[in-house]
């Protein structure tokens, strides 16, 4: 299989379906740091309400946090089940699905960049209005911002996270081209 | 090399320095309709103006098209770039640096996923409130915002695009794990 391969002038490459055990550690530390953070950025976005003159206003009111909320559940799940995978992995020894750890790492940061952008954008914005305004200062809407760009922050460190696990994910994928 | 490495219990693979030419064709339309995408959204979004009762509303008076505007001028750059590097490998059936591929189309979509959840963000929430208000039919503000939405639907096209790339360089990535 190898001397064939040497002889060939443009050889197809082995798929060597294997990675170290130390990338597979690496990994299964990276997963754990990201689901805790989007857990605890789940949390604190998910629980963001506050009361104005009798009406309440919620995350799920603006758009913007709807969409951010829904990449937070959608990475926190996809975690959990890269996590269990893994510990199996490390404790087994053996790789897990790597076409779908790259598809997956890759699917899931970028849906968390577009998260976070998200979440940052409407964050910034508002806030800045609301922290110019002096009214703001009576009804404490400014809390409510302070806890989105906590969340947003989390969430940014979740998809810095996700983004390590998907540059290793690349380095494990067996070739194709 | 190939007889020593097929004894080894664990061997490092070989690491293929090439890629097909169906791949390098590949690679670059997709880098030419990223750099025409990201042009029209750059121009689309950096001749936004609009003015309301002597004052003019600017794409730099909110924050998330600053930013939104920073990676679109950063994904332009970069396209055009690469565009120039992979027409010298078609030409010269060589590879280019494939390092610099893979973290450069990383980062770069990275970028265009978080201006494009940036841009949307502000966008959509911002419409509603403009849509739903009869006071905006007057000083038509709604065209600025219509404006925006379409150099972020660009925007998603380019991200689409470079994600593509991405998976491209992913896959034409010496191994290293």
């Not at 919620?58 to 269990?84: E, K, N, P």
């Not at 849906?111 to 800045?128: H, W």
């Given at each position: 299989m190898a001397e064939t391969e040497a002889a060939a002038p443009l050889p197809p490459p082995p798929s060597p379906f294997y990675?170290?055990?130390s990338s597979r550690l690496a990994s299964l530390i990276l997963r754990i740091i990201a689901f805790i953070l989007l857990l605890i950025s789940l949390i604190v976005l998910g629980t963001?309400?506050?009361?104005?003159n009798q009406s309440k206003?919620?995350?799920?009111?603006i758009y913007a946090y709807r969409y951010m909320l829904s990449t937070i559940v959608i990475g926190t799940a996809y975690s959990l089940l890269q996590l269990a995978l893994s510990i199996q992995n490390v404790v087994s020894g053996q790789d897990?699905?790597?076409?779908?750890?790259?598809?997956?790492?890759?699917?899931?940061?970028?849906?968390?960049a577009s998260g976070t952008g998200a979440g940052?954008?409407?964050?910034?914005?508002?806030?800045?209005l609301t922290d110019a305004d002096p009214v703001f200062e009576l009804i404490d809407i400014r809390e409510f911002y302070d806890k989105a760009y906590a969340s947003a922050s989390l969430l940014l460190l979740a998809f810095?996270?996700?983004?390590?696990?998907?540059?290793?994910?690349?380095?494990?994928?067996?070739k194709r081209v």
């Amino acid at each position: 299989m190898a001397e064939t391969e040497a002889a060939a002038p443009l050889p197809p490459p082995p798929s060597p379906f294997y990675s170290s055990v130390s990338s597979r550690l690496a990994s299964l530390i990276l997963r754990i740091i990201a689901f805790i953070l989007l857990l605890i950025s789940l949390i604190v976005l998910g629980t963001n309400t506050m009361e104005i003159n009798q009406s309440k206003l919620r995350f799920q009111d603006i758009y913007a946090y709807r969409y951010m909320l829904s990449t937070i559940v959608i990475g926190t799940a996809y975690s959990l089940l890269q996590l269990a995978l893994s510990i199996q992995n490390v404790v087994s020894g053996q790789d897990g699905i790597l076409l779908l750890n790259f598809f997956g790492d890759k699917l899931i940061s970028y849906l968390l960049a577009s998260g976070t952008g998200a979440g940052f954008a409407i964050t910034v914005d508002t806030k800045r209005l609301t922290d110019a305004d002096p009214v703001f200062e009576l009804i404490d809407i400014r809390e409510f911002y302070d806890k989105a760009y906590a969340s947003a922050s989390l969430l940014l460190l979740a998809f810095c996270t996700t983004a390590m696990l998907s540059i290793i994910s690349s380095y494990t994928l067996p070739k194709r081209v």
